[in-house]
């Protein structure tokens, strides 16, 4: 049974065990990080970080669990209120739990999450160009692509193109939640 929650400061060891076990895995998908990131201590800071962020209403840091087990991270992160009501939206998955239908069951119910509790309107996310798995989780969960930007973020260590993709508050209710 997949599911998200609010991460919290207890998760830290397993969340620093799970970025450290797919640090390979995640590498050609992230931007090139400090080797204090995949630490305990790192991952702290992180999930501090992500809390206080939180608490001000900017960020949803969740963990993805399979059957009570953590196997990976979503966020709706730099969330804008007023007219705008956007979040950026953000996962990973690790390599075991990675194909198996983890991430689109993650993506659904956070964009519940957006809509249902945050109130916001439109989630976007980007993927890189070549990120077919990924572009199919959005695409399930009735994401839509509009447009490409390039050299959108530092990946990796390059500045790569990341296709766009976008959901409605109001498109989600008839998206096919395959």
Do not use: C
Not at 143 to 149: E, H, P, Y
């Amino acid at each position: 049974m997949v599911s998200t929650r609010l991460v919290t400061l207890e998760d830290v060891p397993a969340v620093a065990e799970l970025f450290h076990a797919n640090r390979e895995f995640l590498l050609p998908f992230e931007p090139t990080r400090p080797d204090e990131y995949f630490s305990a201590q790192g991952q702290e800071a992180v999930i501090r970080a992500s809390l206080e962020r939180y608490a001000a209403g900017i960020t949803v840091p969740h963990v993805i669990l399979v059957d009570d087990r953590i196997v990976g991270r979503i966020n709706l992160n730099d969330i804008v209120r007023g007219p705008f009501l956007n979040a950026h939206l953000g996962y990973w998955v690790g390599r075991a739990d990675n194909g198996r239908g983890v991430a689109t069951a993650a993506v659904r119910h956070l964009a519940r999450v957006a809509f249902e509790e945050q109130g916001l309107h439109r989630i976007q996310a980007g993927t890189l160009r070549h990120n077919v798995g990924s572009q199919t989780v959005l695409q399930r969960n009735g994401f839509v692509r509009f447009g490409v930007a390039e050299k959108y973020l530092k990946i990796a260590g390059k500045w790569q193109d990341h296709v766009l993709f976008q959901l409605l508050a109001d498109e989600e209710s008839r998206s096919d939640p395959q």
